[in-house]
């Protein structure tokens, strides 16, 4: 048995914890009812998926890392100028040893994808064009938002080295989930094309 974690007193395997997310999101969805949209956030391991969510969620940072496994599912809520927006944010695991059912199982019904790489590790961008084709392979048409995270980072890519949003006809943002550089960013974005409300702001 590939035992994963501990939930409840209970050790429980990537397929219960599959199983759980699934049972969480039906019970959550009735799509798009109370303004809620899935979104799905994806990219190489290490590249700081799980540390944006994290940052929303907690306003900390957290230097160490831990691997997502298969994926978590987490409730982002923003305040707009319009109704409140919920984002029910779907975190899947870069490493493909930990990817459980990866894009093809937890993309269903995504409304909007956020591809993510490391500006320190340029393998990680030319990946990224992969998770974007990856996307569009089960999820269709969908708004895709490429973000270059670790921007505090002195290191970092250049930014004319940086086409991946013309080559693909997505949208970008350098963020830091460090330093909250753009941290908004992605989700602004979303929220705007999502809802068609050109002037929404969080607030
Ligand atoms: N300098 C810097 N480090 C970051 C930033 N964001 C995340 N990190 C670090 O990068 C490492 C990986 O972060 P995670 O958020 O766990 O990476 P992940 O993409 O979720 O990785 P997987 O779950 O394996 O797919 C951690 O040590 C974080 O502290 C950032 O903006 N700047
Ligand atoms: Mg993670």
Same mark, same amino acid.
């Given at each position: ?9 209970? &050790?429980?395997? @990537?397929?219960? *914890? =599959? ?12 799509? #798009?009812? !109370?303004?809620?949209?899935? &979104?799905?956030? @994806?990219?190489? *391991? =290490? ?12 306003? #900390?940072? !957290? ?141």
């Amino acid at each position: 048995m590939n035992k994963i974690g501990i939930q409840s007193k209970r &050790i429980i395997t @990537v397929k219960q *914890k =599959n199983d759980i997310m699934y049972w969480q999101y039906f019970k959550l969805s009735n799509l #798009h009812m !109370n303004n809620q949209y899935k &979104i799905l956030l @994806v990219g190489d *391991k =290490n590249v700081g998926k799980s540390s944006l969510i994290h940052r929303h969620l907690t306003g #900390h940072f !957290n230097e160490d890392y831990t691997p997502t496994l298969g994926v978590d599912l987490d409730p982002l809520t923003f305040s707009t100028n319009y109704d409140p927006i919920t984002f029910n944010v779907w975190d899947c695991a870069g490493n493909p040893d930990y990817e459980g059912l990866g894009i093809q199982g937890y993309g269903i019904q995504t409304d909007a994808a956020i591809v993510m790489f490391d500006l320190t590790l340029v393998p990680t961008y030319h990946n990224a064009y992969d998770w974007i084709e990856n996307v569009r392979d089960v999820c269709g048409d969908i708004p895709i938002i490429v973000c270059g995270n670790k921007f505090d980072c002195p290191n970092k890519m250049k930014s004319k080295n940086i086409t991946i949003h013309e080559d693909e006809g997505t949208r970008y943002y350098d963020i830091s989930s460090r330093s909250n550089y753009n941290f908004e960013k992605p989700f602004l974005d979303i929220a705007r094309q999502l809802t068609g409300h050109d002037d929404l702001v969080f607030v």
